[in-house]
């Protein structure tokens, strides 16, 4: 389930030292967040974050992760995974734009850190495995490692007698 205001924290307890810290484990919506052709599974992401008064304002540390699809760069396929990033975000009255984030109103909204977080760490061109080598490698070589077999490797010497045709090769 997600919580559209799972990540609107009420600083005011924090600050006032009633309680030093608070913890922040749910499943929040991050809104649409995709790079190039790889999204974010359901718009949303885990975070597992500890909220605490420091110097300067608030810091919320701890962990992002989400799932992510979006297709094989080579063949296509789609693929699906997980990121995991760690975070710790300050927040404070005045923030300074692209350090840190604001409190507005005695509290803090850890979205757009966490959907920044998210954003950065999805994967720009997936692979549906590292030795995909795409649905036509010899036509498009894609520098992958190659699987035929390996020349000088005793194994495949009977072979060596053998000669196959090649429908591909041109006469
Ligand atoms: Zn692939």
Redesign the pocket.
């Known amino acids: 389930m997600i919580d559209p205001d799972g990540l609107i924290v009420d600083v005011v307890t924090i600050q006032c030292r009633a309680v030093i810290r608070r913890d922040v484990v749910a499943r929040v919506g991050i809104g649409a967040a995709l790079v190039g052709d790889v999204e974010v599974v359901d718009c949303s992401a885990d975070v597992d974050l500890v909220v605490e008064a420091v110097a300067e304002g608030m810091a919320a540390s701890g962990t992002v992760s989400a799932r992510w699809t979006g297709p ?1 760069r ?2 296509l ?1 789609r693929v699906e995974g997980t990121i995991g990033v760690e975070i710790r975000e300050i927040f404070e009255a005045e923030p300074t734009e692209g350090e840190t984030w604001p409190i507005t109103d005695e509290r803090i909204d850890l979205a757009p850190a966490v959907r920044e977080a998210v954003l950065l760490a999805l994967p720009l061109a997936p ?3 590292e030795s ?1 080598r795409g649905p036509e490698p010899d036509r498009f070589p894609t520098g992958a490692p190659d699987d035929r077999r390996p020349s000088g490797d005793s194994r495949w010497a009977i072979l060596d007698g053998l000669s196959f045709d090649d429908p591909r090769r041109p006469d």
């Open positions: 094989c080579r063949c396929t692979l549906c495995e995909c």
